[in-house]
T-cell receptor
Framework: GNSVTQMEGPVTLSEEAFLTINCTYTATGYPSLFWYVQYPGEGLQLLLKATKADDKGSNKGFEATYRKETTSFHLEKGSVQVSDSAVYFCALSSNDYKLSFGAGTTVTVRA | EAQVTQNPRYLITVTGKKLTVTCSQNMNHEYMSWYRQDPGLGLRQIYYSMNVEVTDKGDVPEGYKVSRKEKRNFPLILESPSPNQTSLYFC???????????????FGPGTRLTVL
């Protein structure tokens, strides 16, 4: 079956630091890949997505590239802000109407 | 405003007392889904629905029921709740159609359930 593995947290950074959250996946076929973000006390919202190999998703300064050869979809941001403090989830979806999530990575950015 | 709403937001109950968590979306989405979020496990899918009267099991369906009588509503029913169902529950919806693999899912605000 499908599965997603993402780096364990928590991750604590200073403002303007570089952020990377690793995500690797196992799937049959050609899944779509997503990063969702959950701010404190809220539901999840889509941060970015990529639907085929070599696609790069980007939003709010975050980027992730769909790497089929390494089955990875690592999230990066060059300069984080306090407002980026949240839980980040990597997820995949294939043509079986199911969405599989990683365990989530808690990121705290200090001023 | 396009949104997914859930009620109640917080619920404390006792073992065996039937409860229903409601979910409603106003985006005319065909696909709806329920997840539970537990520390260290991320979100796990409980049930999903591809359209009215069409539902199917996710990864952790035991102890839950759902129904989809109207397109906008997708209630989650716990007939006999147990303490291991204490969790944070999210409802989500997406456009759906013939394939959901590229869809963005829109999540509700969550329902925190405690079963004593």
């Amino acid at each position: 079956g499908n599965s997603v593995t993402q780096m364990e947290g928590p991750v604590t950074l200073s403002e303007e630091a570089f952020l990377t959250i690793n995500c690797t996946y196992t799937a049959t076929g050609y899944p779509s890949l997503f990063w969702y973000v959950q701010y404190p006390g809220e539901g999840l919202q889509l941060l970015l997505k990529a639907t085929k190999a070599d696609d790069k998703g980007s939003n709010k300064g975050f980027e992730a590239t769909y790497r089929k050869e390494t089955t990875s979809f690592h999230l990066e941001k060059g300069s984080v802000q306090v407002s980026d403090s949240a839980v980040y989830f990597c997820a995949l979806s294939s043509n079986d109407y199911k969405l599989s999530f990683g365990a989530g990575t808690t990121v705290t950015v200090r001023a | 405003e396009a949104q997914v709403t859930q009620n109640p937001r917080y619920l404390i109950t006792v073992t065996g007392k039937k409860l229903t968590v409601t979910c409603s979306q106003n985006m005319n989405h065909e696909y709806m889904s329920w997840y539970r979020q537990d520390p260290g496990l991320g979100l796990r899918q409980i049930y999903y629905s591809m359209n009215v009267e069409v539902t199917d099991k996710g990864d952790v369906p035991e102890g839950y029921k759902v129904s989809r009588k109207e397109k906008r509503n997708f209630p989650l029913i716990l007939e006999s709740p147990s303490p291991n169902q204490t969790s944070l529950y999210f409802c989500a919806s997406s456009f759906g159609g013939t394939s959901t693999s590229t869809d963005t899912q829109y999540f509700g605000p969550g329902t925190r359930l405690t079963v004593l």
